[in-house]
């Protein structure tokens, strides 16, 4: 049989604590360490643990050129290769191991700059929940960052020089109230009162839908959109939970921007499992979970990376499309009167696993949200000039 190594492998020597009883009673720390290696390879679920042998062995092969498995076995052993290829760091071409040569091959096909696959793949949550966390560690008030952290870097970095130019204040219209307004919603109205299907139109046209389409070469197709994108390429999909909208049942749907239609995708949870799935989704933020409408913003990262090739800042512009997208939100919503928010405090992997994605193929970067505004507000928001809730309870 051929092998390989996998396309993307980083290794970290990883410091490994666990309690140590015995040291303790015998007035140690009660903590004790090891060393231990693990690889990382953005294909795979978690990191593996290997040992020197591994490494000796995955650093003898290339991820390009195949080779026959029949000297590595007879150096390194055939349960070491055995092992290896089970975990999916090394890749085999034979029929056993189609199932991670295929996972392996459409890596490859992203064109992924490596550095950042391991970045998207490590930042991934499953089932965290932040909010408890935060609690926890008394996080989730600003004395009690300030408390642990102590005083933060300054609000302004002054650089007052000689010759500094005033500059005059403008007298401010339309444009500025809109985004004076702008404030991340965390009441969302949770009464019967549904977002009309008109007002979910609206956002998704003017915030996703494509304006015009641009025919740049032969079958390579621009589309116009109200936010800037990284060679006009638009990769970032918007996946859907939609909670309470009049004429919408309730339920995952895929957006298309052209068509500007929502495609349903399968969901057998019931509404109760959609509230459970939305909680998940933005870490357990019940404040965000209760939009009328949830916004998963996944890249299609080919799409991007089909001319910024292996580049190094191919992730970042991905991830900078999906910022410009969620402004273009806020201010769609604000000027409707609605509530909306943003989150990078997600579980990815469960959002994916909702949505049939594969992370490194189309995965979340943020959930953005909108909806209905309570009418009292329970959990704090950011409104100093009171330009939201001045005619709210606050
Ligand atoms: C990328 C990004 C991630 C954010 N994530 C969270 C979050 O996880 N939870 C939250 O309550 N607010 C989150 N926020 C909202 C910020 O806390 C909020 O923007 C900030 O407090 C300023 O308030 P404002 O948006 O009303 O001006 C996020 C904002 C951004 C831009």
């Not at 007035?27 to 060393?35: D, E, F, L, Q, Y």
């Not at 995965?363 to 949200?369: E, M, S, T």
Request: some cysteine; charged content about 25%.
């Amino acid at each position: 049989m051929l092998v390989r190594r996998c396309h993307i492998l980083r290794l970290e020597p990883r410091e490994l604590a666990s309690f140590d009883l015995a040291g303790l009673l015998a007035g140690g720390t009660g903590v004790s360490s090891r060393m231990q290696w693990f690889a990382h390879a953005p294909h795979l679920d978690a990191a593996v643990e290997v040992d020197v042998g591994d490494i000796e062995l995955l650093g003898s092969l290339g991820p390009h050129d195949w080779t026959s498995a029949v000297p590595l076995r007879a150096r390194h052993g055939s349960t070491r290769v055995q092992r290896l290829l089970r975990a999916g760091l090394l890749v085999g071409r034979g029929k056993a191991w189609t199932q991670g040569r295929l996972a392996d091959e459409r890596l490859r096909e992203q064109h992924w700059h490596a550095s950042a696959a391991l970045l998207h793949a490590d930042s991934r949550w499953q089932g965290v929940d932040a909010v408890r966390e935060n609690a926890a560690t008394g996080l989730d008030h600003a004395a009690g960052v300030r408390e642990r952290f102590g005083a933060p870097p300054p609000a302004v970095r002054e650089r007052r020089q000689q010759g500094r130019i005033g500059l005059p204040r403008s007298r401010g219209g339309s444009f500025d109230e809109l985004l004076d307004a702008r404030s991340t919603c965390r009441n969302f109205d949770t009464s019967r009162r549904m977002l009309p299907r008109a007002a979910l139109a609206k956002m998704l046209e003017r915030v996703f839908g494509a304006r015009a389409r641009v025919p740049a070469a032969a079958e390579f197709e621009l589309l116009k959109k109200t936010s800037p994108s990284g060679g006009a390429l638009h990769p970032t999909d918007a996946y859907l939970i939609v909670r309470r909208v009049r004429g919408v049942a309730p339920g995952l749907y895929h957006y298309d921007p052209v068509a500007h239609a929502l495609d349903p995708m399968p969901w057998a949870g019931g509404e109760a499992g959609l509230a459970a799935l939305a909680r998940t989704a933005v870490a357990g933020q019940d404040y965000f979970a209760d939009a009328h409408v949830l916004v998963v913003l996944a890249p299609r990262f080919a799409r991007n990376f089909w001319k910024y090739r292996d580049h190094a800042k191919a992730y970042r512009v991905c991830i900078l499309d999906a910022g410009h997208l969620s402004q273009t939100l806020f201010l769609s919503a604000t000027e409707q009167g609605l509530g909306a928010f943003i989150t990078a405090a997600i579980n990815e992997v469960d959002i994916e696993q909702a949505f049939g994605l594969t992370g490194y193929v189309d995965g979340p970067l943020a959930v953005c949200g909108f909806g209905i505004r309570a009418g009292t507000m329970i959990t704090s928001e950011l409104d100093p000039n009171r330009k939201v809730w001045r005619t709210r309870s606050a």
